[in-house]
């Protein structure tokens, strides 16, 4: 399945985006002017180097367990939680087991 969702259909959230060994991979749900759903999936010791947005985003783990840092302060997340990414504070992720997130980026006026 790729791409972004279509109306009127109940899916498992976890299953839109499959683990693949060494990899991360990424799927767009929504892409609007207000902001975007992503869903990623990462393999054990994946993880995103440091960077910063310039709009806040809500990480909502769906499977496994993660270690975001930020603003150097590092907090652990597992399926079911959720952790808020403000603007323009530096972030990172590693996947401390496979887990899944789904991206939640608002954009602000």
Known sequence: MT?????SEALNLA???EYA???IVSRTLVDKKVGTLTIFAF???QGLSEHSAPFDALVQVLDGE???TL???????????VVLMPANVPHALRAITKFKMLL???RSA
């Open 3 to 7: 791409g972004e969702l279509k109306p």
């Open 66 to 68: 993660v270690e975001i």
């Open 104 to 106: 939640t980026m608002i």
């Open 43 to 45: 393999d054990t010791d």
């Open 15 to 17: 299953d839109l985006a």
């Open 21 to 23: 060994d060494g990899s």
């Open 71 to 81: 603003g150097g302060k590092p907090v652990k997340a597992n399926a079911g939680q």
